[in-house]
T-cell receptor, first 113, second 113 residues
Framework: DQQVKQNSPSLSVQEGRISILNCDYTNSMFDYFLWYKKYPAEGPTFLISISSIKDKNEDGRFTVFLNKSAKHLSLHIVPSQPGDSAVYFCAALNNNAGNMLTFGGGTRLMVKP | DGGITQSPKYLFRKEGQNVTLSCEQN?????MYWYRQDPGQGLRLIYY???????QKGDIAEGYSVSREKKESFPLTVTSAQKNPTAFYLC????????????FGSGTRLTVV
């Protein structure tokens, strides 16, 4: 049973436009959500996170939105740049269950020049 | 300069051989994890350890073994019992009960020849 799902395996956008990556979850006990970015043959790197008590967190070109009632979060990248082309993983954390992250399957973002 | 180091970057193994992947961290993190990534797939948890001398199976532990004799080190052995070992292996570490998620290593690409 996948508790964190990224239903779009890939996304293609034009440089300068907005990229929106989506993530759905089923476990209402998750209290922290994170996005990781991964280039081929490298380890994922932390991008941005949001606590379940907030609905928005912004860091430069990256904004994460959380809709708890819909159990949905999204990562917005604006403006998108070719260097943003990577695989993005959504992850969720339940602090009452230790520090184990549950990952989504990832979305491959391709930003075209 | 703190970080998590995986070695080697590329590894080739003959069928029927065991091979050990190294993972070392100097971040003073309590917990360490091993993940496997196959092409077009997400991250699947193999083993994790929340404390020295203790470790737990993840979702796909069959054919793998680990040890955690030191806080800094969490080597993964891919045994001959692992039916399809060719993959990209990622090691990660984290503080216990921390909202910053994981720090990942740069990965090891294992190929069975």
């Amino acid at each position: 049973d996948q508790q964190v799902k990224q239903n779009s395996p890939s996304l293609s956008v034009q440089e300068g436009r907005i990229s929106i990556l989506n993530c759905d979850y089923t476990n209402s006990m998750f209290d922290y959500f994170l996005w990781y970015k991964k280039y081929p043959a490298e380890g994922p790197t932390f991008l941005i996170s949001i606590s379940s008590i907030k609905d928005k967190n912004e860091d430069g070109r990256f904004t994460v939105f959380l809709n708890k009632s819909a159990k949905h979060l999204s990562l917005h990248i604006v403006p998108s740049q070719p260097g943003d082309s990577a695989v993005y993983f959504c992850a969720a954390l339940n602090n009452n269950a230790g520090n184990m992250l549950t990952f989504g399957g990832g979305t491959r973002l391709m930003v075209k020049p | 300069d703190g970080g998590i180091t995986q070695s080697p970057k590329y590894l080739f193994r003959k069928e029927g051989q065991n091979v050990t992947l190294s993972c070392e961290q100097n971040l003073n993190h309590d917990a360490m994890y091993w993940y496997r990534q196959d092409p077009g797939q997400g991250l699947r948890l193999i083993y994790y350890s929340q404390i020295v001398n203790d470790f737990q199976k993840g979702d796909i532990a069959e054919g793998y073994s680990v040890s955690r004799e030191k806080k800094e080190s969490f080597p993964l052995t891919v045994t001959s019992a692992q039916k399809n070992p060719t993959a990209f292996y990622l090691c990660a570490s984290s503080m216990a009960h921390h909202n910053y998620g994981y720090t990942f290593g740069s990965g090891t690409r294992l190929t069975v020849v």
